[in-house]
């Protein structure tokens, strides 16, 4: 079965500077994708990133990049310039030939002014 | 474009009450899915629906809790007789195909 661990329960950091959310995962699987959600207070889960399996190219999307990393089964999550609204849950997630989301426990962001 | 709509956001039981939670899907979306989160943890899948048929509901409990997609309206989902382990945010997720989910805001579930 496949597991979706994120080791760091509590991460923070100053505002502007640049941090990096863990996660492993677990699968015998080749294809699969790979996610990055967002809770804040509001409890509404946000998509922040997506990754696909057999897409050797890291994913971007503005101020949020991952370094997925296939074969020590890696996918952290790295926020530059860090901002006050960027404090939430993250969790990292997994999907493969079964279309359900596999999740971690989550890490709780806290940004410092 | 409205997001997934699920409603109420808060809910209060007793034990021994139902829970009827709704979700309504974007706009096009034919795929449902249903997860439960529990205080300080990530998401566990409960059940996914397509319009009028449970394609998988394998984290679904065996007894108390059921979930339907009717052809009209939105997907239920409905915990007989509630006990106070299942108070819980549950979350429901829709998709065009069995891709690109979208997550609702949830709605929050206390077992008093």
């Known amino acids: 079965a496949q597991t979706v661990t994120q080791s760091q329960p509590e991460m923070s950091v100053q505002e502007a500077e640049t941090v990096t959310l863990s996660c492993t995962y677990d699968t015998s699987e080749s294809d699969y994708y790979l996610f990055w959600y967002k809770q804040p207070p509001s409890r509404q889960m946000i998509l922040v990133i997506r990754q696909e399996a057999y897409k050797q190219q890291n994913a971007t999307e503005n101020r949020f990049s991952v370094n997925f990393q296939k074969a020590a089964k890696s996918f952290s999550l790295k926020i530059s310039d860090s901002q006050l609204g960027d404090a939430a849950m993250y969790f990292c997630?997994?999907?493969?030939?079964?279309?359900?989301?596999?999740w971690g426990a989550g890490t709780k962001l806290i940004i410092k002014p | 474009n409205a997001g997934v709509m699920q409603n109420p956001r808060h809910l209060v039981r007793r034990r021994g009450q139902e829970a009827r939670l709704r979700c309504s899907p974007m706009?096009?979306?034919?795929?449902v899915y249903w997860y439960r989160q529990l205080p300080e943890e990530g998401l566990k899948f409960m059940v996914y629906?397509?319009?009028?048929?449970?394609?998988?509901e394998s984290g679904m409990p065996k007894e108390r809790f059921s979930a339907e997609f009717p052809k009209e309206g939105p997907s239920i989902l409905r915990i007989q007789q509630v006990v106070r382990g299942d108070s819980a945010a549950y979350f429901c997720a829709s998709s065009p195909l069995d891709d690109g989910y979208t997550f609702g805001s949830g709605t929050r579930l206390t077992v008093v």
């Open positions: 997630a997994y999907r493969g030939s079964n279309y359900q989301l596999i």
């Open positions: 629906l397509q319009k009028e048929n449970i394609i998988d």
């Open positions: 706009k096009g979306h034919s795929h």
